[in-house]
């Protein structure tokens, strides 16, 4: 395999398919005793940070009254 200068490589498709690596997939790189491993890990990265405060507004307002009231100075 050949680094590019962004530091990407391609993972083999027979290596994909032994891990279950799917677009998407988030791993991790771990060293042990100098060698360095492919994990497939759990965590979840936000795709947008804002995603988490959706659907807990507690205003009564319209959309329309908000948009008046942000847009107003």
Do not use: C, H, W
Request: zero cysteines; a positive charge; hydrophobic letters at 30%.
């Amino acid at each position: 395999m050949r680094v590019t200068t962004k530091g990407q490589v391609t993972i083999p498709r027979s290596v994909r398919e032994k891990l279950g690596i799917t677009p998407k997939t988030n791993i991790d790189f771990r060293e042990d005793n100098g060698r360095f491993y492919i994990v497939k890990t759990t965590k979840n990265k936000p795709t947008n940070k804002f995603k988490k405060f959706r659907g807990i507004a507690t205003s009564k307002m319209t959309t329309d009254e908000i948009l008046k009231l942000t847009r107003e100075i």
